[in-house]
């Protein structure tokens, strides 16, 4: 197996920062230069209101700790089977169940993007009828998932067995099941946090999710003697 070095890495480091950054960089210069209306918006510090400032930081404050929670939450599987469990070989069978079930999961956040900006633009007009509506929404899609996850064991076989081919592995129906519980919950999440965070109802989420990211290495230790 290939082992990326850090002298290999950091090259490719650069240009996935450069290629990701420069775009937006040269983008926002060019529309508050070009654009008759953004260049009376341009950012200024003459403009800048602490009174008005704080309370925006005080959200962003807790959304920049949930999203560290989530990242050593769902980041450190990898580097616990390989470090605790001493079974690195088993990382590779883990990644190949994680992709097919990480597709769900990522439909699901493309299907909250929009949610949240709706939630507070209703949040702010006081519209809570319409709030209802789409919470009511998103748990009809919430339960198609659902469905579509437990339609998923019985075609995995048959998926890897054409995905992998002579690399083909033995599903083991248990790990299916577990990784199915997970993905629905964490789609359950994704919808119901979408909700709240449009209505700016931050303090449930941030208490539990940290808690579960302190948690969770010294959990994982324990269970796993």
Not at 11 to 36: E, G, H, M, Q, R
Not at 199 to 220: D, H, R, W, Y
Request: charged letters at 15%; a positive charge.
């Amino acid at each position: 197996s290939y082992t990326l070095s850090l002298h290999d890495a950091l090259p490719i480091s650069c240009v996935y920062f450069f290629a990701v950054n420069l775009p937006l960089l040269f983008a926002t210069i060019v529309l508050f230069s070009k654009d008759p209306f953004l260049k009376e918006c341009k950012p200024n510090l003459r403009y800048f209101n602490w009174d008005a400032a704080k309370p925006l930081m005080s959200l962003g404050i807790k959304f920049f700790i949930i999203q560290i929670a989530l990242l050593i939450i769902n980041s450190s599987n990898e580097f616990l089977i390989t470090n605790v469990l001493q079974m690195p070989d088993s990382v590779i069978t883990y990644q190949k169940y994680y992709k097919v079930f990480y597709i769900f999961i990522t439909a699901a956040s493309l299907i909250t993007g929009p949610i949240w900006g709706l939630v507070a633009k209703a949040h702010n007009e006081k519209n809570y009828e319409y709030i209802r509506k789409i919470n009511k929404t998103l748990l009809f899609i919430d339960l198609i998932f659902c469905l579509g996850l437990i339609c998923v064991i019985p075609l995995l076989q048959p998926f890897f067995n054409i995905w992998l081919g002579d690399n083909t592995i033995n599903v083991d129906y248990f790990v299916v099941i577990l990784f199915v519980v997970d993905c629905a919950i964490y789609i359950s999440f994704l919808f119901l946090c979408s909700i709240a965070n449009g209505l700016e109802a931050l303090k449930t989420q941030l208490i539990f999710i940290v808690a579960g990211s302190v948690l969770k290495i010294p959990l994982f230790i324990l269970l796993s003697r």
